[in-house]
């Protein structure tokens, strides 16, 4: 079947990411450090529309003597009553995303990524990406770290009617931009992060991720998070969604071992 091929592929890299990788930087003479973090938030909101939304994201961190490791599992579920008491899931999402940057050099390092998502607001019933670019680390004094990417990836979607066109295979360029300032010896920590990323020969074909959060450790494992995330994807209405953009407010709780 076509396209079949290709999503095998994209999803092969993945796991090699996932799992290969790591292997080699286990062979460092610096034994890896390990971080895992769990974080579970929930937002109510009242009105004409009264929704209500719960996430929750798991998060494993590995660090090597040349090589770092980030994967992370987050699932996104939200329901809407209207003002005749219609209530209707509006939010089902999930994502399973794999990262593996060098440290070897100083300021400009590679790094590999791949990541598996499905979404109903967005009407993808799966998205496979793999690719591959540069790190720039223009700022890491300990209390603040800036970074930009550019990476070029293969992205593959599977649609989630018949009715809404074709699978697609396609070349996307990324460039991406991340900020994190820790206050009062981490006991705050303000966190930015942008992703765009562009069709190779369509610029108007594009995704926009925009994140940005601000932590507060209650002690030395657990954290309360406020944050904002929005992401536009310019295709989704041509697939059946609502809207192209979606956005929420996440009030979380984290622990971090």
Known sequence: MKGKKPATAALGLILA???GVPATAAQSATP??????GEVGASVFFGASDQTTVAAKLGVARAGRAFEL???LSFLYGEATDGEGTTSVNKRSWSV???VDYRGFSRVNPYLFGSALSSLEKKI?????AGAGAKVTALDSGVSRLAFAL???????????ETHGDE???ARWTGELSFKRSFSQERMVLQAKADY????????NYTIKAQSSLAFALTRVVSLKLSVEDNYDSRAKARGARDNNDGRVLFSVLAGF
């Open 17 to 19: 990411i996932a799992f």
């Open 125 to 129: 019933n799966l998205r496979l990406t």
């Open 151 to 161: 990476a070029v990836l293969a992205e593959q979607t599977l649609k989630d009617t």
């Open 70 to 72: 980030e994967s992370g």
């Open 97 to 99: 995303e794999s990262n």
């Open 168 to 170: 697609e295979l396609l």
């Open 197 to 204: 990323k562009p069709v190779f020969d369509q610029f108007a």
């Open 32 to 37: 890896p450090d390990w971080a895992v973090e």
